[in-house]
């Protein structure tokens, strides 16, 4: 069984706990916690399981990242600290790690990243006989290997429109939501997420990613933005409340040009209420989707929802994110040291797992 670690306890380490203490070709090795007042705590503890797995959390890095060769899922965020999240992968890296993480946006298409970040990755994983898989689920999967899944069933394929629509309200982040996504922001407010370049960064290598996938030449890639205000005050369960006439919804869309139209979409519709902009799209229930539509003959339409931690979309989507992740350290260590992207990094059974539960 190949030891892990999972290097951070938010929204998608605690998930990345239990799958892998679940993954039968796994075996949770330790748990990295920034906060002291986390240390020592059992990790099924940390995860929300209601039982104990043995392992305490710590927040010695060179102690944990010592000794065995290690697969490291790393959860800690990159929004808002891109530049530690890098130093940390390729610490790990460099220690011998096999590393999967959803926290570094220019390395989900290598190709496209930046030359001198690309070469900074490659050598730490030379050096240090590991490999690095960033995937996610928007970007991620949900644009990646499931639209170039889905359009291989065409006969003609005119666009591919990728999809997320969600209300976040559910979203347990306050921070992104309310600063970085501007939701709750008066109207002239300039939510970083939304600036110019910004959506093409972030999600730019994923219609770069489609396009080699579809063995297609990009011309370009365009950005659109719109934004909605609340009609009335809304109040959320967890991020409390959001006055009339600040931000409630935004729609943005990255555009891949192709032979001078826009054929390759990454749309996300975003609310903090379904009652704003309800004449975008929806999702068919509850409070979140993700959506892949082919446009020719046939004209195919793929919605896919998950929940988890109580029926929470959100979290269900950070779980098929960490499905993708951890599913695949198994596969990258019986590969040479490197960097992989989607188009590398099969997607595969859940082989092993069916009928088990934790406990």
Known sequence: ?????VWGTG?????????????PA???AGVLVHDPAKAGRDAGDLAGLGL???????????????????AVVYAASGDLRPDEALADVLRALRAGAIVVTPSLYPLYDPPSAPPDLLHAVRQAAEE???ALFVSGVDPGWANDVLPAL???LGTEVEAIRCQEIFDYASYDQP??????????QPMDYEPPMLAATVPTMVWGGQVRLIARALGVELEAITEHVERRALESTVSTKQMGEFEAGTQGAIRFELRGVVEGGSRIVVEHVTRIHASCAPDWPQPPGGDGAHRVIVEGCPRIEVTVQAADEHGNHAAGGNATAVGRLVGAIDWLAAAPPGVYDALDVPMRPATGKLGRRLG
């Not at 069984?1 to 670690?5: A, D, E, G, Q, V």
């Not at 929204?11 to 993954?23: C, D, F, P, S």
């Not at 104990?52 to 290690?70: C, F, K, N, Q």
């Open 1 to 5: 069984m190949i030891p892990t670690l």
């Open 11 to 23: 929204n998608m380490g605690r998930l990345a706990i239990r799958a892998v203490a679940a993954h």
């Open 26 to 28: 796994l075996r949770l």
């Open 52 to 70: 104990r797995l043995g392992v305490p959390a710590t927040t010695d890095i060179e102690a944990a990242l010592s000794g065995e060769r290690l």
């Open 128 to 130: 240090g006989g590991g």
């Open 150 to 152: 889905i359009s291989g």
């Open 175 to 184: 921070d992104s939501v309310r600063y970085l996504v501007g939701m709750g």
